[in-house]
């Protein structure tokens, strides 16, 4: 049975998956950097991360795992608080949409008194060959982009689909945040404009145009009837999607 639910959006964890590029057009700039990092996108406050169960690339039909390429790192939120996060440089050998993703260790929220658990990916496009883009990883949580989720304006909207176990998830809410990364960006004092709330229609679809250049979270969170024990209690397992997607001005 599939529940669709979301955490309050005061509490909008997100795990971030962010490259350097979108887009690698030129063979000459073959590398970028992924950012992997828990915390509020809007706001700039850190969570501490472990380091991931799983972390790779998918490409050409081919999943490749990059858990070993990881450097563990330090990272400074908007407080000062310094916290520990990842990173790593991946350079590109070939042509092709590459689906990078992450799987993080569950993440025990005691204000929620809950475990969260987000499986991200990010999609890069590299040397002009647009295939790929719409794979299915077969993760637990996972969100299928029906709009190619790279080369897009300010102002295009995205489509995708919230899956859970491979089947879409009716009218699950899907919280949006952008990614306020010099904290530039200011929002009234009310949490609704910080983290906006959209809800998938009967097939799991969902709709959102992006207002803003730069990179935007969209996280699908579930309720699965799974549990994990903390201090001797069970305590509900949340499981989410988390897809990234950057939109660029136009000229």
Known sequence: MLVAGVLAPAQAHYQMLIPSDDVVTHKERRAIDLDIRFNHPFEGLGVPMEKPVRFGVWVAGRDNDLLDRLQAVKVKDRMGEVLPAFMTTYAFRKP??????????PFWDEAEEIFLVQYAKVVVNTFGLEEGWDHELGMEAEIVPLTRP????????????????????????????????????SAPDADPFITQIIKADA????TYAMPKAGWWGFSALVENNKTMEHNGKAYPLHTGAVIWIKTHNMP
């Open 203 to 206: 097939n799991g679809v969902f």
């Open 96 to 105: 092709g949409d590459h689906i990078f993703y992450v799987v993080p260790q």
């Open 150 to 185: 790279y080369g897009l304006w300010t102002n295009n909207v995205f489509q995708g689909i919230a899956k859970l176990d491979g089947k879409p998830v009716p009218f699950a809410k899907v919280s949006v945040e952008y990614y306020n990364q010099d904290g530039k960006v």
